[in-house]
């Protein structure tokens, strides 16, 4: 191939990608580069053709051309190439280039091997359901996993499951003065197996309520009154929005993250932990 033909197919890589036809712009590219690998502008050229297939959530070949780009990017000068190898390599469970994707990218890390868990603050997750996209709150494990901390009301999703989320924040949640990102999801990346639950309770004072949300936490399992959940449409769920900690009282309904008979365990000591003010009923498994 001569220079002036890959010159061409740049260009209609670059056309291509201008109308968000990424596997045309990826597939041109990816032509060029096979004839020149290391010319001084191929960094950008593998960079694009692996974030087109990010795009298009080919995960092996963003991973694949994701390497290339990196090796030809500064380490510790926190280059995007690095954060989209990160989240490919997550994704192709290589945990090595994983790491040294993060650190690349400058960020440190926790001391060791293998799968990266650490403490790296809490965010918000935004999960597609098909045209409502209900935000979830996390715990990330690293940069791009995090652990869920809500009982999501949507279909099939629960409370501790690990999801790998995207780099830019695409909106924000201000709770207590404080300003969390927003991140979508990318994928569903290690399932829970608790079940989701919901029960009527009685509670005749917030702190009676906060009592039982914090007995569910203290044993590993979720609980929030369903009240406390929005789901937004797609277009209003990104922005900044406001969170509130209040919570209700008197007869409502509580979603829970629990095996059933310990639900019924936790319910029964809840209740039995004041004289008045605290009952329940209806305990039943949904979704």
């Not at 950008?44 to 795009?55: E, G, N, R, S």
């Not at 499951?161 to 979508?184: A, C, Y």
């Not at 829970?256 to 039943?284: F, H, N, T, Y």
């Amino acid at each position: 191939m001569r220079k002036a033909e890959a010159g061409q197919l740049i260009k209609q890589a670059r056309e291509a990608w201008e109308v968000e036809e990424w596997l045309r712009a990826a597939g041109l590219y990816e032509q060029v580069l096979a004839h020149f690998p290391d010319e001084e502008p191929s960094a950008d050229w593998w960079y694009d053709a692996a974030l087109a297939h990010k795009f298009l959530r080919n995960w092996a070949k963003a991973y694949e051309l994701g390497r290339e780009a990196a090796a030809r990017a500064p380490r510790g000068e926190g280059d995007p190439a690095y954060w989209n190898l990160g989240i490919a390599a997550t994704l192709q469970r290589d945990r090595t280039t994983a790491r040294d994707a993060w650190a690349g990218f400058g960020i440190d890390l926790p001391e060791g091997e293998g799968e990266i868990v650490g403490r790296f603050g809490n965010a918000c997750v935004r999960l597609d359901t098909g045209g409502e996209r209900e935000v979830v709150w996390i715990e990330r494990l690293c940069p791009t996993r995090g652990r869920v901390v809500n009982v999501p009301v949507t279909g099939g999703r629960r409370y501790g499951e690990i999801v790998v989320h995207d780099g830019e924040p695409k909106g924000e949640r201000v709770l207590d003065g404080v300003t969390f990102p927003v991140f979508d999801e990318l994928l569903l990346f290690e399932a829970s197996e608790l079940p989701t639950l919901e029960v009527t309770v009685a509670a005749g004072e917030a702190e009676d309520l906060r009592a039982l949300l914090e007995l569910f936490g203290e044993h590993g399992y979720g609980a929030e009154p369903a009240g406390s959940v929005r789901v937004l449409c797609a277009c209003r769920s990104e922005g900044t929005h406001q969170q509130d900690r209040s919570l209700p009282t008197g007869t409502q309904t509580v979603s829970l993250a629990a095996p059933e008979e310990e639900a019924r365990r936790l319910l029964a000591q809840w209740a039995d932990g004041a004289v008045i003010g605290r009952s329940w009923s209806g305990l039943a498994a949904i979704g």
